[in-house]
Nanobody
Framework: QGQLVQSGGGSVQAGGSLRLSCKASRLITSVFNSANLEWYREAPGKQRELVASISGPMRTTTYTDSVKGRFQISKDSAKKMIYLQMDSLKPEDTGVYYC??????WGQGTQVTVSS
């Protein structure tokens, strides 16, 4: 618990942008640098889904189809931070967003609400 601490999120109109941050200060650097780092979201009434991931020193990224071209995941290894830049937001992007690291540790979740 408390391995990942999230910030950011909030409410925005459709077409707007938000940036989510996730601090993994308790992870040792070698684990952070090699781990899968992910963002999930849980929309009302739906299962939690993987939105984006970034892996390893090559920073290989993947995105779910619905956010491709609009969201960008990144990491700052020196600060042990994970980011999710969300542009051109749509109402269907509404939900609670969670970061995850090393297939094990979860952030506390942050609400994103996009109004039409």
């Amino acid at each position: 618990q408390g391995q990942l601490v999230q910030s950011g999120g909030g409410s925005v109109q459709a077409g707007g942008s938000l940036r989510l941050s996730c601090k993994a200060s308790r992870l040792i650097t070698s684990v952070f640098n090699s781990a899968n780092l992910e963002w999930y979201r849980e929309a009302p009434g739906k299962q939690r889904e993987l939105v984006a991931s970034i892996s390893g020193p090559m920073r290989t990224t993947t995105y779910t189809d619905s956010v491709k071209g609009r969201f960008q995941i990144s990491k700052d290894s020196a600060k042990k931070m994970i980011y999710l830049q969300m542009d051109s937001l749509k109402p269907e992007d509404t939900g609670v967003y969670y970061c995850r690291a090393a297939d094990t540790y979860w952030g506390q979740g942050t609400q994103v609400t996009v109004s039409s």
